[in-house]
């Protein structure tokens, strides 16, 4: 592993502070978080990937729900449509072609928080390469996601992270999940932010 948990629910979190395309502000924010990582420069407020050539490892998040377009997606998922959603497929047409672009990654990992973490499930399930060469999969507080039965090697790949209060991720899951104690605010909202993975243990 060469990101710990924290450290992925952190790339996740700056990934929010994106509005549009990466900016120098943004890469600077996770060069002094990651030290050695550089933002690919495909990264947008969709899917964002970064790389430490020294590791030759490839991280990649999918970014939760923070535009109107995310919405409609929610929409179609709680109707079971994501299949037809054009922000699922283009999310996993990215990701494969990020993969494409380092050769020499001998280690990928990937992360999403929210409909992030569905939006990657998504995308590695109907993907067997993008599968393939991912080794390393962990999703925070996920929306609803539902069982794949395609691959069961990608269950051993897979970990779900959930705070016991989070009403988004509250439907049992169909992955390994660890359940983690919520910081700060009793409000329950407060569950599913990113900031409960951070520097805490299960």
Known sequence: MSLTVSQMAKASQLHYNVKNKFQKKHKKEYSDAFNGYEIDKTSDNNVMGMYNKDKAHLHINHRGTSKPLDLVSDRLKTLGLEKIDPQYNSRRKH?????????????????????????????????????????????????????????????????????????????????????????????????????????EEP
């Open 95 to 199: 990701t494969k072609q990020m993969i494409k672009s380092y050769p020499d990654a001998q280690h990928i990992s990937a992360s999403g928080h929210s409909m992030g973490g569905d939006t990657l499930l998504h995308a590695v399930h109907q993907s067997p390469s993008l599968a393939k060469h991912i080794d390393e999969i962990k999703v925070f507080n996920p929306l609803s996601v539902k069982k794949y039965d395609r691959d069961k090697d990608l269950h051993k790949k897979t970990q779900i992270h959930r705070t016991k209060d989070d009403i988004v991720s509250m439907i049992k899951q169909p992955y390994n999940t660890i359940i983690h104690k919520k910081n700060g605010s009793e409000n329950t909202l407060e569950a599913h932010g990113l900031h409960n993975f951070i520097n």
